[in-house]
């Protein structure tokens, strides 16, 4: 149970009461990532649904992004800025870590940011206009379950640093529990367009890991929060494309 608020303390900015939480608990916290999607995508869902009662489908997108935003700090907005001012920069590969790693955010962050909002607020509308919003209660949950595999899969960026306790604590069966359990929900939810839906998101937020590992030959932190934004717009614009179709 700990090591679950550890994760829900970490990558949410929900009031939660104070609680002590040891390095090994936190290590542990990654398994849990996807229920904190859960949590997430579940107070996004609500707000939809609860917003649309009052306000039109512009207003009320508007304000599930803004409360997408407040949910998790900004915390991957963070990295996603910090990503694109470095690989924007197109130099070498120390100097890009060394971008990431300035607290000043660059041109290419703020177009970044911009675009990335901009994004999600044409999809949610979209979406509500066409009686999607199940979609929300979805996007977080995916985006969490694929940054836990590449903090499995791939090299963290400091030997013994935060997320390499992660990475040593995320089992097989953490994984494929992890699987089991979002496959499930995908088709209860949306059927075999949560399947489609899984697909295309894993192969797409796969792209984006391995451009960074080829470049880096490592993820960071930053690259994590990127990975998590890019999943959930990814998603969300992949919904569309599903429902287009049909």
């Not at 059927?191 to 899984?198: A, K, P, Q, S, T």
């Not at 796969?206 to 930053?222: A, Y």
Request: charge should be positive; proline fraction near 2%.
């Amino acid at each position: 149970m700990k090591a679950f608020l550890a994760a829900l303390m970490f990558m949410t900015r929900i009031p939660l009461p104070q609680v002590n939480i040891s390095k090994n608990q936190w290590h542990k916290s990654a398994r849990y990532f996807s229920l904190v999607g859960l949590v997430i995508g579940g107070v996004l869902y609500l707000a939809s649904l609860t917003l649309q009662q009052f306000f039109p489908a512009t207003i009320t997108s508007f304000f599930v992004v803004l409360l997408w935003i407040w949910i998790t700090g900004g915390l991957h907005i963070d990295g996603w800025m910090d990503l694109t001012d470095g690989f924007g920069s197109n130099k070498s590969r120390e100097q890009i870590l060394e971008i990431m790693k300035d607290s000043r955010v660059g041109a290419m962050g703020v177009i970044a940011a911009i675009c990335l909002i901009g994004g999600k607020w044409i999809a949610v509308y979209e979406l509500l206009q066409h009686e999607n919003a199940i979609i929300l209660l979805l996007s977080p949950i995916i985006a969490r379950f694929l940054l836990i595999n590449a903090i499995r899969f791939f090299p963290y960026r400091n030997q013994g640093g935060i997320g390499e306790g992660l990475r040593a604590n995320l089992s097989w069966l953490a994984i494929f529990l992890n699987f089991l359990f979002i496959l499930a929900l995908s088709y209860y939810l949306i059927g075999m367009n949560g399947f489609i839906l899984l697909f295309f998101t894993a192969i797409f937020s796969g792209l984006l890991v391995v451009t960074i590992f080829k470049k880096l030959g490592m993820l960071t932190g930053d690259c994590y929060g990127a990975l998590v934004e890019w999943s959930e717009s990814v998603s969300l614009f992949i919904a569309l494309a599903i429902w287009g179709l049909m």
